[in-house]
C-alpha cells in the first residue's frame, strides 16, 4: 500500500507557496525507491511521485509466471536483501513484495495517483509540474521506467488482419491461448519466456519470429548464474567480453543453426552496447531442439489473416503477440533540455547531471550485463553522494 505524504511548505514562505522538497523523485519502481532509500539515509529531504495507485506498478502487470533473470543475491536493492526464502530466481510476486517491504523498512515517502508532466528551471531549483499542485525541488531524479511505453511496429496493413494482436505487455499466462496457433515477434527475454510459456500451456504450435540472431546464454550452469560472469567481466576490453561470451554460448548451448539460429553476429557486449541484452535461457533452448518452438523470419507486413515474412513466406497465426520492446518515454518530460540521446535514453546517468539540465539524474535507463537491479543500486548510491555534496557546497 501507497505512503501519501501531506502537503509542507518551507518555513517562512506564505502558506499558498509551491511545497519544497530537496529532492522529488519521479517513479517508484525499484531504481526511484533505490534513490530515495539512499537520499533520505543521506539525510536528504525526498519526495517519491508515482503516477500509478501503487508502488511497483509495471512488476503488477508483468505476465504471471515472470522470475527475475538475475540471481537474487545481486538483485537486492541498497540497504535491503531479498529474503532467502524468495529462491534463487525471485517471481514477480517476490518482487512485489520485496519491493513493498523495501518502502516500509526505508520510510520511503511516495504519493501515488501524482503524474510528473513537466519541469520548468527557476531560481531555487526546479518547477514540477503534476497533475495535483506543482512542487519545487532543488534537485529531481527521473525513474520513471526503462520500459515505460510500450512499442508496436507500424507494420503494413496491421490493422487488416483479423486475428489477435497484442503487445507482449498484455500478455498475462497461456490460457487464452490453449488449442492455437501463435506467433511470437521478437527474441528478447520476454519474447523467448512468453514462447516457452505458450509451449507449455497448451497452444498448438509456437513460433518466434526473428530478424537478428539472439546470443543465448543459460541462465546458470552448474548452480552458477551467468550474471556473475557479467560482474566479473565488466571491467575488461569489450573485445575481451564479445569472445568470451561466443565461446560460453558454443560450449553450453551449442550450435542451433539447424534450429533455426545460426550464431550471433555480435558478440554480448556489443549487443549491449546497442540496446540488446542476451536471453538468459529459461526453457527456450530445449524447445527449439524437440521442435516444440519455431523460427521463422521477421515480419514485413500483414496482408489479412496472412503475416509476410521478410524471406517471402506466410504463416497464418490465430494469435500474434509483440515482444517488441519499449520505449522511454522521457521527451516530454526532458526532451527540451537536449539531454537524450538519438534513441530517447538519457545522455548521463546516475550521479552527473547534464550542464544542460543541472541537477537532474536520471536512473534505471541501463540494462548492462552485471544485471539492471545491481545498477540501480549502484546508481542510487552514487545520486545520493552528488545530492548532497551540492548541498553541502551551496551551505
Known amino acids: 500500500m501507497a505512503v501519501q505524504t501531506s502537503t509542507a511548505t518551507v518555513r517562512g514562505e506564505p502558506a499558498d507557496a509551491p511545497e519544497h522538497h530537496e529532492a522529488v523523485v519521479s517513479g517508484a519502481g525499484p531504481a526511484g525507491l533505490a534513490a530515495a532509500a539512499m537520499l533520505q539515509a543521506a539525510d536528504v529531504d525526498t519526495l517519491v511521485l508515482e503516477r500509478a495507485p501503487d508502488i511497483a506498478d509495471s512488476w503488477r502487470h508483468h505476465y ?21 526464502s524468495e529462491g534463487p530466481w525471485v517471481s514477480r510476486e517476490g518482487v512485489i513484495g520485496y519491493l513493498e517491504s523495501y518502502r516500509r523498512h526505508h520510510r520511503i515517502r511516495v504519493r501515488c495517483n501524482t503524474e510528473v508532466g513537466g519541469l520548468g528551471r527557476t531560481d531555487r531549483g526546479w518547477a ?59 527474441t528478447g527475454n520476454s519474447g523467448a519466456e512468453i514462447a516457452v510459456d505458450l509451449g507449455e500451456g497448451g497452444a498448438e504450435s509456437v513460433r518466434i519470429a526473428v530478424r ?3 546470443n543465448i546464454m543459460r541462465r546458470d550452469v552448474a548452480g552458477f548464474p551467468s550474471q556473475a ?12 567480453i564479445d569472445r568470451l561470451s561466443l ?5 553450453t548451448v551449442g550450435d542451433l543453426s539447424s534450429h533455426g539460429l545460426p550464431p550471433p553476429p555480435r558478440g554480448v557486449h556489443t549487443r549491449a552496447s546497442e540496446g540488446v541484452i542476451p536471453i538468459l ?30 524471406d517471402g513466406s506466410r504463416v497464418q497465426p490465430d494469435a500474434v503477440i509483440a515482444a517488441t520492446g519499449f520505449r522511454r518515454g522521457l521527451e516530454p518530460l526532458v526532451g527540451r533540455f537536449g539531454v537524450l540521446k538519438s534513441n530517447g535514453q ?12 543541472p541537477d537532474i539524474y536520471f536512473i534505471g535507463y541501463t540494462n548492462p550485463l552485471s544485471g539492471n537491479l545491481r545498477e540501480v543500486g549502484i546508481d542510487g548510491r552514487r545520486i545520493a553522494k552528488a545530492i548532497a555534496a551540492r548541498r553541502a557546497a551551496r551551505s
Open 247 to 251: 565461446v560460453m554460448q558454443r560450449l
Open 229 to 240: 560472469l557479467g560482474v566479473a567481466t565488466r571491467r575488461l576490453p569489450p573485445a575481451v
Open 128 to 186: 514540477v509540474e503534476t497533475n495535483a499542485s506543482p512542487l519545487l525541488a532543488g534537485s529531481v531524479v527521473v525513474a520513471t521506467g526503462f520500459n515505460r511505453d510500450p512499442f508496436l511496429p507500424p507494420w503494413p496493413g496491421r490493422e487488416s488482419f483479423d486475428g489477435e494482436l497484442i503487445h507482449s505487455s498484455d500478455y498475462r499466462n497461456p490460457e487464452p491461448y490453449r488449442g492455437k496457433d501463435v506467433l511470437v515477434v521478437g
Open 212 to 214: 537478428t540472431p539472439p
Open 346 to 357: 538519457p545522455a548521463v546517468h546516475g550521479g552527473r547531471s547534464d550542464p544542460r539540465a
Open 281 to 310: 535461457d529459461v526453457g527456450l533452448i530445449r524447445m527449439l531442439k524437440d521442435g516444440e518452438v519455431q523460427v521463422v523470419a521477421a515480419v514485413e507486413r500483414f496482408e489479412g489473416h496472412d503475416m509476410v515474412l521478410v
Open 64 to 84: 504471471d509466471r515472470l522470475h527475475l533473470h538475475t540471481i537474487r543475491w545481486l538483485s537486492g536493492l541498497p540497504g535491503l536483501p531479498i529474503p532467502r
